[in-house]
Every structure is written in structure tokens, then in C-alpha cells.
């Protein structure tokens, strides 16, 4: 499985942007789709956006659409989030995963089997 590790995550007033990376190690992305999750305190963890691993298409939660943007860069086997117009609401612990199927991807936590340790967002108002 690949060793996945989240960077980019930090402190923002609302309404600005932060792009986070995930970096993987071991097994490559290359045949794999990836997708990014969050956790706020206290709740569940949720979807936030989901790349097949040809990159052509992306699946977004309702709540982020037309604000984040998940790419991936196949060279140095690493995906990003860039999350624009942020707000307090996003404020989360973000989490990038690999898919566990061979060039299919979901949207759901099963969807995935490798999973990073998390970067921190925090959007203040």
C-alpha cells in the first residue's frame, strides 16, 4: 500500500485560498484514483472531492463545488486540493486516500484503502 502524506494546510481568514498536497510513497498513483476527506471535531468524516486516475473526471461534495479543485500530477506521484473562498465552515482536519480498486474510484471512506495522517485547516472569520 502507498504511504500518503498531507502538507499545506495551515491558518486563513475567510474568503482566501490554500492549496494542499498529498505525496505519495511505496505504490504510485499512476493506476489509482485519489481522493481528499475532512473531520471537524466532535464529527463524522466526510467527502470533499474524489480524481480518477486518468485525472479526466472529479467528483465533489455539493458544499465545496465551484470553490475547490482536486488535479493530481502523475510525475511526483502527488495530488492536490485547491480550496478557494474559504470559509469557517471548512475548517477541518483534511486527509488525502488512495483508491483500493485498480483505475476506479468512489466517493465513500470503503472507496479507499491507504489513507495520510491528516493537515490541519483552520478558517477564521
Known amino acids: 500500500q502507498a504511504q500518503l502524506v498531507e502538507s499545506g494546510g495551515g491558518l486563513v481568514q475567510a474568503g482566501g485560498s490554500l492549496r494542499l498536497s498529498c505525496a505519495a510513497s511505496?505504490?504510485?498513483?499512476?493506476?489509482?484514483?485519489a481522493g481528499w476527506f475532512r473531520q471537524a471535531p466532535g464529527k463524522e468524516r466526510d467527502f470533499v472531492a474524489a480524481?480518477?486516475?486518468?485525472?479526466?473526471?472529479?467528483y465533489y461534495a455539493e458544499s465545496v463545488k465551484g470553490r475547490f479543485t482536486i488535479s493530481r500530477d502523475d510525475a511526483k506521484n502527488t495530488v492536490y486540493l485547491q480550496m478557494n473562498s474559504l470559509k469557517p465552515e471548512d475548517t477541518a482536519l483534511y486527509y488525502c486516500?488512495?483508491?483500493?480498486?485498480?483505475?476506479?474510484?468512489?466517493?465513500?471512506?470503503?472507496?479507499?484503502?491507504?489513507w495520510g495522517q491528516g493537515t490541519q485547516v483552520t478558517v477564521s472569520s
Open positions: 486516500a488512495a483508491s483500493s480498486r485498480f483505475r476506479r474510484v468512489g466517493v465513500r471512506d470503503r472507496d479507499f484503502g491507504s
Open positions: 480524481i480518477t486516475w486518468t485525472g479526466g473526471s472529479a
Open positions: 511505496g505504490r504510485t498513483f499512476s493506476n489509482y484514483g
